[in-house]
């Protein structure tokens, strides 16, 4: 089971820089509001804790389909509909494309090397196709499928559509209407499931079908932490601890800036998951946490300095794996050289343990702050709790700051003025507003 060590972030082992007893007690009260407003599901938008109880019969039959049909598997999607697929990837099947079927592709940007690299690599009448979108309307997805589509069409004729599968609202958008009409199979992200809050949703599952992974062990490790995230008492529920400490790191201590450092290689893409989910649930009102993704050991010689050194403005959050399933044990050899000699007999897991407990203890001796959270090891399990207690915790850091963690209002405009530069009709205003700033933009040139 997950667990978190925070004795590094209180004023009791670190000092001065760090809370006191006295601040989590305050703050308890608001705390169980928190858990509250989750328990009495006064957001719609808190459909991804039922995800937990889901049938996942419909993915593993759509899995089986495609896994028939097909040699490679290219997912189309962005944001959420890209992320928590990419860190399952990552995760539980590290290096997969080297040496395992189906080849996985995860296209989620509009960079054309990147699509022509993806087209160099694969046979596209083997390919099966995921476009995942939850509004369906996504300019980036829309765009990847309309050419991966005449592609397949081109390949396949009337037999293109069999390659796909859209994964998209229940009721709404043009992916679901294409389902309908076209005939295109599809797969359900609840209506009150929201992109950042899907991996635990056919999002997630198929993906991890498709790479040979129970998705009933992702959902089992998520259901089996739930209760421990929902206590409203704080000092019993890891989630809500966490969350009410960055929140007070931030707010009585000015330091907003949460850096995430799993040691691990496979867990560096749940950092760039974490990034999403913090920055677009959080940044609202002029408040939020800001995150920083980074990888232990590797960022040590990258990063560490400036968390030593530079402003402080930072609570570094450890990712500790017990058991990385393998080990290496480092042979007697160049014994007579100093720098050699003392890593002798010992194993690779027992130096990236110890590297990331004297990081913690580094930055503690100087009164930085540093938390731990820990899992027993990196499988399907454990995977599922790590998502489900970031979704949780991410939620209830939202209702501390009284903002709403689900929507992300502000990068609308963006998609506007993209759609004034494309040609939309409806955005003839947005156009407009563009070319004059294209006129501002050249004053100052170099
Ligand atoms: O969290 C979110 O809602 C967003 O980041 C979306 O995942 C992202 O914009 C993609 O949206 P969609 O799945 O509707 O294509």
Same mark, same amino acid.
């Given at each position: 089971m997950l667990g978190i060590n925070f004795s590094f972030m209180m004023a009791e082992t670190i000092g001065g820089k760090g809370l006191s007893e006295r601040k989590i007690e305050d703050i308890k009260e608001k705390a169980a509001q928190a858990v509250s407003e989750i328990k009495q599901r006064?957001?719609?938008?808190?459909?991804?804790?039922?995800?937990?109880?889901?049938?996942t019969s419909a993915v593993k039959d759509e899995a089986r389909r495609l896994n028939g049909v097909s040699e490679n598997f290219l997912i189309l999607g962005i944001g959420g509909s890209a992320l928590g697929p990419k860190c399952i990837l990552e995760a539980?099947?590290?290096?997969?494309?080297?040496?395992?079927?189906?080849k996985v592709f995860i296209y989620d940007n509009v960079d054309p090397s990147t699509l022509d690299c993806i087209f160099k690599n694969i046979d596209i009448k083997k390919t099966a196709v995921n476009v995942i979108s939850k =509004?369906?309307?996504?300019g980036e997805t829309a765009a990847g499928f309309k050419i991966v589509y005449e592609k397949m069409k081109k390949a396949l004729g009337g037999r293109a559509e069999e390659m796909f599968v859209l994964t998209t609202d229940p009721g709404k958008g043009d992916l679901r209407r294409l389902a309908n009409e076209k005939g295109f199979a599809s797969l359900p992200i609840p209506p009150g499931v929201g992109g950042r809050y899907s991996v635990l949703s056919s999002v997630g599952l198929l993906l991890a079908e498709i790479i040979g992974v129970d998705s009933g062990d992702l959902l089992k490790g998520a259901a089996d932490i739930h209760d421990r995230c929902l206590k409203d008492e704080v000092w019993e529920n890891p989630a809500l601890m966490t969350a009410c400490l960055c929140y007070l790191m931030d707010r009585e201590?000015?330091?907003g800036i949460d850096v995430l450092v799993p040691y =691990?290689?496979?867990l560096r893409s749940f950092s760039e998951w974490f990034c999403q989910l913090w920055a677009e649930s959080l940044g609202k009102l002029g408040m939020g946490l800001s995150p920083y993704p980074s990888v232990g050991t590797t960022d040590q010689h990258s990063q560490m300095q400036l968390w030593m050194e530079g402003p402080e403005n930072k609570v570094v959050i450890f990712l500790r794996v017990e058991d990385y399933g393998v080990d290496f044990q480092m042979p007697h050899g160049f014994d007579d050289l100093p720098g050699m000699n003392y890593l002798s007999g010992h194993t690779l897991s027992e130096l990236i343990k110890a590297e990331e407990e004297a990081t913690e203890l580094a930055l503690a001796k100087i009164g930085r702050p540093n938390m731990t959270i820990t899992i027993p090891r990196i499988d399907a399990y454990h995977l599922g709790q790590l998502f489900y207690f970031f979704e949780i915790m991410t939620a209830f850091v939202g209702f501390l700051y009284g903002v709403n963690p689900f929507n992300q209002p502000s990068v609308e405009e963006s998609k506007r003025l993209t759609f004034g530069i494309m040609g939309r009709p409806g955005f003839e205003a947005k156009k407009k507003e563009v070319e004059e700033a294209r006129g501002k933009k050249t004053i100052f040139k170099l």
């Open positions: 006064k957001w719609p938008e808190l459909q991804f804790m039922d995800l937990l109880k889901d049938d539980l099947s590290p290096f997969h494309n080297i040496s395992k079927k189906p =509004s369906g309307g996504t201590e000015g330091r =691990s290689d496979r």
